[in-house]
């Protein structure tokens, strides 16, 4: 079983990155996937989730009209699109992915401690410059 991050970089505020989250070794249909992100000194940010069985998403306040997540089940692959980035946007992101054992929303993986993920990636890093 594998979350594959991949995506961060540097880039100036403003700009965009696409961040991707591979998973491997179980049924994506029956998980959500979703991103997290810990700045330097701060605690970890739950951003934003998708349930993959239905396409239906989740979005922070602070990230909304900017971010966008999707997946492709082809490849068994989540994304978050960046858009219009801040220099607070500035973490390493973390991907997610949690067991949906009823029909609850996405946001029931933001809601979830860390230790009750099924399964982490590798950070990204993600730098923005002002």
């Known amino acids: 079983v594998q979350l594959q991050a991949s995506g961060g970089g540097l880039v100036q505020a403003g700009g965009s990155l696409r961040l991707s989250c591979q998973a491997s070794?179980?049924?994506?249909?029956?998980?959500?996937i979703g991103w997290f992100r810990q700045a330097p000194g701060k605690e970890r940010e739950g951003v934003s989730s998708?349930?993959?069985?239905?396409?239906?998403?989740y979005l922070i306040d602070s990230v909304k009209g900017r971010f966008t997540i999707s997946s492709d089940k082809s490849k068994n692959t989540v994304y978050l699109q960046m858009n219009d980035l801040k220099p607070e946007d500035t973490a390493v992101y973390y991907c997610?992915?949690?067991?949906?054992?009823?029909?609850?929303?996405?946001?029931?993986?933001?809601?979830?401690?860390?230790?009750?993920?099924?399964?982490w990636g590798k950070g990204t890093l993600v730098t923005v410059s002002s």
């Open positions: 070794g179980f049924t994506f249909d029956d998980y959500f």
């Open positions: 997610a992915a949690l067991e949906v054992e009823f029909d609850e929303p996405p946001m029931t993986l933001l809601l979830a401690p860390p230790g009750g993920m099924d399964y």
């Open positions: 998708i349930k993959n069985s239905d396409g239906s998403t």
